[in-house]
């Protein structure tokens, strides 16, 4: 370390000499706190580029859910049915264990279930296709979570121009990300971690084992953790990550939005959600992935119009909804649907590339890296 530090200034980041995580996600916290409450005497500090976070964790939609139908059809094609159960089991496992992190009214969950709609415009095939392998998809989730009878076939009138038969799944709920975050940091904090926001790493040494601060600050702690999802391959390179970044659009308040729950559409690309009366929607990066290919925020005209269409034309007929407000956020995929979760060389660990479904995922993968390095550090 080095730098204008004040003797108190240094004294307090004595803590940076032993367990350094980069990254306060879902993912980074999550490890933060299964390694305190492990190794209680270890200093576990997160290191944070962000004021709260930067990345997807405090900007996704706040779905938990863990695939639709045509989802898992579609990860069915390229993935051995083996591979897709278990990734399914990821997804509940991670969800289980947010719960006993969190609690319920701390993070406004809700169960409220979740429909996936089709446009009998353009989903015709897939529609009749889903319908058809209800029961066999049915069987992969109990084989993976034990629930029963997860997907059902329901026709609802929630007073959308689209096709009003759905597929529901009881399982599914809706949440705030902040609210996540906020109760995943006092967590860590609570059990003794420390949080520096405001601190950008801009080189990862793995064989040193050394990291490199913005403010020109160098720290060679004893253990280094990447929890940096999307924005890994700025520090690390060679790594099968490909960043994508997510268009989101919240509506002014709407006058009778009566229903309450989670909605996906085209293979699980469009989502949506009734926040306090406003629409939440987003997703369809599917419609231009060259430019989407990219861990830069950003608006797309593109995408805009499309969802503002979706909304107008298929779920309303009402051109008068306004836009209140879009942002952008970015996930991390790659050829294989599984995160990584890695020793990168002696000193220095990985656990990124969530996907769409981190909210889900992202305790478990925190679970599984600190196992990792606790089997060195015990
Ligand atoms: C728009 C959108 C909607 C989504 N909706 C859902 C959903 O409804 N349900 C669901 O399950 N999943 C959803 N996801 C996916 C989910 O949010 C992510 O998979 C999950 O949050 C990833 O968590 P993470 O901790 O791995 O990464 P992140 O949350 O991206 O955290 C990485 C952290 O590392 C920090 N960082 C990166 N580089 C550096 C550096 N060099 N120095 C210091 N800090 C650094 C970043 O600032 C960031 O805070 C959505 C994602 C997006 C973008």
Known sequence: ??????????????????????GAGIVGLTTGIYLKKQFPERHVVILEKGMITDGASSKNAGFSCFGSVTEILDDLETMSEKAVIDLIRLRGKGLEELMKLTSQDDIQFQKCGSFELFDDLLDEEAKEEAFQKIDMVNGLVAEALDF?????????NFGFKLSPTAIFNQYEGQLNPVLLVNALRKHFKECGGLIFNGAHIIDVDTEKGDISLENQVILAPRRIVLCTNAFTKNLLVDLDIIPYRNQVLMTKPIKNLKWN???????????????????LIGGARNIDLLNEQTDEYGSNSTIHKHLINIIHHRLFSDESIEIDHSWSGIIATGKSKQPIITKMSDSVYLGARLGGMGVAIGSAVGKSLAELISQDIS
């Open 261 to 279: 729950a989670c909605f996906h559409m085209d293979r699980g690309y469009i989502y949506f959600r009734n926040y306090r009366n406003r629409l």
């Open 1 to 22: 370390m080095s730098s204008n530090f004040s003797f108190w200034e240094k004294q307090y980041m004595q803590a940076l000499d032993d367990i350094v995580i980069i």
């Open 148 to 156: 029963k009878n997860t997907f059902e076939k329901r026709k609802e």
